[in-house]
């Protein structure tokens, strides 16, 4: 997947090297990325789901897989020792002879996680590339794989977006994550790189802005400052990026993303000796609860007015999408039986009343930064269900013109909810929807190499216009009301691909 780059600014104070010492020595502990997440913001919710062998698809695999059970990953190293001085014995890389299906690991150490084991097409997994062993230890962090192809079953992607084992550096950090941190006797160097569950790495919502200090990693004498910033499925949709960022080649540096998902962000610095050091770090961004993200990118490109609606179907429901055929801003076509643009932003349209499904309203913190954040300050909370995002096309907004979220905070446990779009107007254009669920991603439809081209032509018409029923979500809630995860069923035409219609009001 190729993402969007952009060069891109302050907050913390400067962090002391014992700090970042203390971290280190508490960071080997084997925790997933998500594991780490879910302890950083106080969930107490269970981890991967265990293993298992898939057997009834037709890309299963089992126990007689054949493997040489070597280690792909393999990273020369040699005594060396560990900060502090203390000598260091790496830990069992744990590469197997048999790939397990399910659990996001490369149990063969073969380069490929979960390679030949069925799912289903557009849902997303957790997944580390990297010997078993090293998951979660020392700068390592999953990443997330797709499930690609058509029809009932397909095969995972690769595994990207997480940080896997590296040459180890003199930087305070395990960065082969073999347990052992600067090896070769270069400990007490001057940088000090983060890793998962780092302090000085905050975590954030979508609109936060996120800020960082250079001098926290490194406080020695700097020549020049430089910044990257790398997001997620919708950067290798929009060829701009879908985040704002200040502070390029400053030691402090600010972005603040627009949409979820785990940013890989590195930081260049050059001493006033001439030297080139980096870290390549994560930044997790997170809404509460169930949040569905929809981008897209006109056939002829971003100069377009383009028009997608997304909708979420009142959970537990079955009742049709529209109420009559014409113009959806017409009475009665409309309803409000789902969230969507009449009834979840700020402005109401349509006559509707506000989208109300008996959920809570959430504090203001969780909705006052975005475009509508003025609204919902106006309101004085953050409604559930709402939008936050409600793009028309680069002409009319420039930053999110082929953006639109829904946000439910706090789901209940076991509802399910059905997520619809409307090829409202504009070029036929190329859409990706994404759901997160308790700040993870769990399904990317749309993306490349299974692109989905809508039409477009529309006229916002409930009967003439094509509709893109996309996917069932079945969302889990722990005792203390915290989403932790879902179920995605993506929804397909007979024959396999998405399922396209029109002048049909059915759910």
Request: hydrophobic share 30%.
């Amino acid at each position: 997947m190729t993402s969007q780059r952009s060069l891109a600014h302050s907050w913390l104070a400067p962090l002391t090297l014992g700090v970042s010492l203390a971290w280190l020595a508490a960071s080997c502990a084997c925790e997933t990325r998500e594991e780490l997440v879910r302890r950083d913001v106080g969930l107490d919710a269970p981890g991967l789901d265990a293993p298992f062998v898939a057997e009834d698809t037709p890309f299963s695999i089992d126990a007689a897989i054949p493997s040489d059970a070597s280690n792909m990953y393999a990273i020369e190293s040699g005594p060396g020792c560990e900060v502090g001085g203390r000598a260091c014995t790496p830990i069992d890389p744990s590469c197997g002879a048999v790939e397990l299906c399910g659990d996001g690991l490369d149990n063969d150490c073969n380069r490929l996680v979960d390679e030949h084991c069925g799912c289903m097409p557009g849902t997303v997994q957790s997944c580390f590339a990297g010997p078993p062993g090293s998951r979660g230890v020392g700068a390592c962090s999953d990443g997330t794989q797709r499930c690609e192809g058509a029809g009932e079953f397909g095969e995972w992607g690769a595994c990207t977006g997480g940080i896997s084992p590296s040459a180890e550096t003199c930087d305070l950090l395990d960065n082969d994550c073999n347990g052992c941190a600067d090896e070769h006797d270069c400990c007490g160097g001057e940088l000090s790189c983060p890793g998962p569950g780092d302090p000085r790495i905050p975590s954030a919502r979508p609109f936060d802005e996120v800020v960082l200090d250079g001098t926290s990693f490194f406080p020695g004498a700097a020549a020049s400052w430089s910044w990257e910033v790398e997001g997620g499925p919708c950067e290798s949709v929009i060829p701009v990026p879908t985040f704002s960022t200040s502070g390029a080649t400053s030691s402090s540096f600010r972005f603040t993303p627009t949409l979820s998902g785990d940013y890989t962000v590195t930081m260049h610095v050059r001493t006033t000796d001439g030297r080139d050091l980096s870290c390549t770090f994560l930044v997790h961004v997170a809404g509460e609860g169930l949040r569905v993200e929809l981008c897209w990118l006109p056939t002829t490109g971003v100069g377009a007015s383009s028009d997608l609606d997304l909708y979420l179907h009142e959970p537990d429901t079955t009742t049709p999408w529209f109420g009559a055929s014409g113009n959806v801003v017409s009475p009665g076509v409309t309803l409000g039986n789902s969230c969507n643009w009449a009834n979840c932003a700020p402005g109401l349209r349509s006559s509707l009343p506000r989208a109300s499904w008996g959920l809570a309203t959430s504090p203001l913190d969780r909705c006052d930064r975005g475009p509508a954040g003025p609204g919902w300050t106006g309101i004085g909370n953050c409604p559930n269900p709402r939008i936050d995002v409600d793009g028309h096309g680069s002409s009319f907004e420039p930053l999110h013109g082929f953006l639109e979220n829904i946000n439910v905070d706090d789901p209940r446990d076991g509802q399910s909810f059905r997520v619809m779009v409307h090829d409202c107007s504009g070029p036929s254009s190329h859409p990706v929807l994404n759901v997160y669920c308790g700040g993870f991603l769990r399904a990317t439809l749309g993306a490349a190499p299974d692109t989905i081209t809508l039409p477009g032509g529309g006229s916002c018409a409930s009967d003439t216009d094509t509709v893109w029923r996309a996917a069932d979500v079945l969302v889990h809630v722990d005792g203390s009301g915290v989403t932790t995860d879902c179920d995605v069923t993506p929804i397909t035409a007979t024959g396999g691909g998405p399922r396209f219609t029109r002048g049909d009001f059915a759910y």
